[in-house]
């Protein structure tokens, strides 16, 4: 396997915190409104969909599929974008690692991983297939 | 209320630099709107409307004003990303027909080349955006993001690489002829997809060049333009719009041009069939298909057949398309192609575009851009212009 890119710490934020402090536990968190019952991504105090403030952290599955992706080769380390469509319905960017970059697929099904990120910043959620 | 006929565009020019490692931005600005004031057959002392975005240097449009001495009673720094200046146009068309101003200067300018900027390298586009935490770690670019929706497009619709190669081909077609282009080499299909892969299933040949330059228009008012030597081009209609992720409900096969383009074609009271000339972002390939289809040049899905042999090709196709050669092949001054696109519109309208490339009786032009990533969010804007 060919070496890694290094990945950027997020740059959290008071809404976002919870996110983060349960990457670092391992927990993979959606935001999800307790009004309209959609789940969302990026997460967001106001639902997307209807603006309600009746939001609220929910486990999600880790589970999903590539919805689109793209190799970036000119690049220090090859890597891949890609949106992956989660079971719980929100498509998210995010990278698909530990593969055969050659052989990604759009609709391939793919499971959670975490990614230690620079400076000891929170783990940040990537896929690998399924 | 329209904006229909209430504004001409009565300057219109394109710094001939392409590498400016001599000049400062603040200058690059400054010698723009003297072009284009030139142009016009205007002086600073006339205009007292000013737009810009967020390649001028400074806070919004005070630092370039400034530097400019201009006496303005309108001011406005939307900044929609490339395509904010084609928005510009409609925003002082507004203006003027309001009578909030009777001359309007727009101008952009950047050095990107010279400063050694690329398209592959990931950068921060506010470390305070809501998105940036979540996205910015991806590595996501300006060329990947441009990438995923390629690769949909092809595993929706079936586009093909050849087929998206064919838009290279006939930018570089029309680049030929321009004396300023930075690329004028003649590319086959076979080139664009023999050139190195940079992103799958984008190729080299598939991304706009990165130059320095800018580039300025007058938007005037009818008395103004009547009052002038140049010929007249006026405002017929704009749309503008924006396009994200709505909340993870992600579609990467259409852009906002779903809803600038109708706007625009509602207020101007024409079909894309009546369009004689179109200018259309090619930040990449991909972004020209996509936006051809939702401005209605052909059906959702149909753009990669739309644009294969030579359609898009003045004197060959049935629309011509970026006849200065566009941002893969002439110039994308800023990493900002919205205003070569309104400049090379007039150009055609006033049948002063290079002969080679001149269309007929050009009487009705489009200018239509993307700004920001298509792959994340966008604004989009769109410009109908007709010759009197």
Known sequence: MAKERSIPAPLTNPETEPFWAAAREGRFLLRACTACGKAHWYPRAVCPFCMSEKTEWREASGRGTIYSVSVMKRAPEVYAVAYVTLEEGPTMMTNIVDCDFDALAIGQAVALTWRPTQGDGPPYPQFRPA | MTIKRKAYIAGAFEHPTRLAKDRSVAQLHAECALGALRDAGLTKEDVDGYFCAGDAPGLGPLAMA??????????????????????????????????????????????????????????????????????????????????????????????????????????????????????????TVEQVVGSPLIATPLHRLDCCVVSDGGGALVVVAPEVARSLKRPLVKVLGAGESMKGQMGGAVDLTYSAAVRSGPAAFAEAGVTPKDIKYASVY????????????????????????????????????????????????NNHPANRGGITKVIEAVRQLRGEAHPKVQVPNCDLALAHGTGGLLGSRHGAATLIMERE
């Open chain 2, 282 to 329: 090619d930040s990449f390939t991909i972004t020209v298909l996509i936006q051809l289809e939702d401005l209605g040049f052909c059906e959702k899905g149909q753009g990669g057949k739309f644009v294969a042999d030579g359609n898009l090709i003045s004197g060959v196709g049935k629309l011509p398309w970026n006849t200065d050669g566009g941002g893969l092949c």
């Open chain 2, 66 to 187: 400034d530097y400019m001495n201009l006496t303005l009673r309108h001011l406005d720094s939307t900044d929609v990303g490339g395509c904010s200046y084609i928005a510009h146009v409609a925003h002082a068309a507004e203006a003027i027909a309001m009578g909030k101003c009777r001359v309007a200067l727009i101008t952009l300018a950047g050095r990107p080349r010279s400063e050694g900027h690329s398209g592959a390298v990931p950068r921060v586009r506010g470390a305070d955006a809501p998105d940036t935490q979540w996205e910015f770690p991806t590595g996501i670019a300006t060329v990947n993001a441009y990438a995923m929706c390629a690769a949909r497009h092809m595993h929706q619709y079936g586009t093909t690489a050849e087929q998206l190669a064919w838009i290279k081909v006939a930018a570089s077609h029309h680049a030929q002829w321009n004396e300023h282009a930075m690329l004028r080499d003649l590319v």
